[in-house]
């Protein structure tokens, strides 16, 4: 069988590692690189940490406006298609990448999987949300990585042996990751900073970053934190602080520093006090490794984290944000909510089943152990 996978942007490396080793390991799987990120901090230090190989194509699209991005995609990737004649193209998550190769397989005779499937903040304005959604419309094997996500997929009429309920890869990912941070990351150490005595912040998505109102409000909330706050700059947000006016402010306040590779975000995540973020990846994440989140938006696709008392949505409110950063820390107990860190083998499981439920796991199966949790 021979798989197509596509990745493009940095969590999409997250999420594709522990997958593509599961793989590689029976079947042939052609790494396609959209190059919607590319800066060394956003994508060629993932490659050298998460050993896998390099892919096998860059399209080399880069960055541009949403539609000319997308199309560039489309256009590349459809070449690449043709040539590769794949069985399978292998999708992740919600980002233009996403929704370019969705479209080309759609379009083509291959399978169309997408991984972290059924996800819905049912917030239209956001770009990730059209992804989602037409993603899942035109993809022939969805897997979901929660319950929910299984539901929503029912609600818009997907079922009847589409949906594998897998668990979440991101999942399978920290367990490998946590322990190699902890052995081998000096990132607190070179920074200087002590585990729980800091507060950890990542932002760019689209709607904070693009209106300067709620980016300076979270910028101003952040910096009245009684703690020291250690922020990964996403380049988008360094653009956006710099046109505002807000860069050498934020500087003096906040301990700036550039993205950092996977490892070494980890070992930042688990040693924080709290996470105050508007990342997907990063409420989960949290989640796993015990670390309270305060969410820089006003909805979210990991509702699960919310219901269990370890994520708050706050949006861009300046004193919530404040409120929340302030609040003493407490751990409420944890549901076991995204799987037992074997998604990646369950969903090359069902890949190479053709889609079937034997010697896959069934969204039944996986629905009554969540049930019966
Ligand atoms: C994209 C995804 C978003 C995801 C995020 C992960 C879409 C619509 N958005 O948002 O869902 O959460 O990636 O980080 O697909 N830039 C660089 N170097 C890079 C990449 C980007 O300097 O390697 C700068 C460019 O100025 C670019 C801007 O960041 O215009 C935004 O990059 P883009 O990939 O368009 O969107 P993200 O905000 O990264
Ligand atoms: N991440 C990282 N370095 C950073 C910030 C984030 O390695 O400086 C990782 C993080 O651990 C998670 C992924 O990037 O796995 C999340 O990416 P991002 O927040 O950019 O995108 P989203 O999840 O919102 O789509």
């Known amino acids: 069988m021979k ?36 800066s060394e901090t956003m994508s060629d230090v993932f490659f050298e940490e998460l050993d896998i190989p390099a892919p096998e194509y860059n399209l080399g699209v880069g960055s541009a406006s949403q539609g000319r991005q997308t ?11 043709e040539r590769e004649s794949p069985d399978v193209i292998l999708v992740y998550g919600d ?46 094997l969805l897997f979901a990585p929660t319950q929910r996500g299984v539901e929503n997929l029912r609600k818009e009429g997907i079922g009847d042996g589409m949906v594998h309920q897998t668990g979440d890869v991101m999942y399978d990912a920290i367990r490998w990751a946590r322990c190699r941070a902890a ?30 109102d709620r980016l300076e409000a979270i910028m101003a909330a952040l910096c009245d934190a009684d703690r020291e706050v250690v922020f990964p700059i996403h380049p988008r947000t360094s653009e956006r602080l710099a046109e505002c006016g807000l860069r050498e402010t934020v500087a003096e306040c906040l ?25 997907g990846g990063v409420q989960k994440e949290a989640f796993f490794l015990d670390t ?71 969204e039944v199966e996986m629905t009554s152990r969540a049930t019966d949790g």
């Open 3 to 38: 798989v197509v996978s596509v990745v493009g942007a940095r969590p999409q490396f997250v999420k594709a590692f522990p997958v593509s080793r599961a793989l590689r390991e029976r079947h042939e799987e052609v790494l396609v690189h959209t190059g919607q990120h590319y």
């Open 71 to 81: 199309g560039a995609m489309v256009s590349r990737f459809g070449e690449l298609v």
């Open 95 to 140: 980002t233009n990448s996403t929704l370019a190769s969705a479209i080309v397989a759609a379009k083509t005779d291959a399978s169309l999987a997408h991984v972290e499937a059924g996800l819905r903040s049912y917030n239209r304005s956001m770009p990730e949300e059209i992804n989602r959604v037409l993603t899942d419309h035109v993809s022939d």
């Open 183 to 212: 052995e081998r990351s000096a990132v607190l150490d070179e920074h200087g900073l002590t585990t729980n005595e800091y507060v950890l912040a990542t932002v760019h998505r689209a709607g904070n970053t693009d209106d300067p």
């Open 255 to 279: 301990t700036l520093i550039d993205p950092v590779g996977y490892v070494d975000f980890v070992r930042l995540l688990d040693g924080a006090e709290r996470v105050a973020t508007d990342s």
């Open 292 to 362: 309270p989140c305060v969410t820089l938006r006003d909805e979210t696709e990991w509702v699960e984290t919310v219901d269990a008392g370890w994520n708050v949505l706050v949006g861009a409110d300046e004193a919530a944000i404040a409120r929340e950063l302030s609040r003493p820390v407490s751990l409420p107990e944890k549901p076991e909510l995204y799987g037992d860190g074997d998604a990646a083998e369950r969903i090359v499981a069902v890949i190479e089943n053709g889609g079937s439920e034997d010697g896959g796991v069934s």
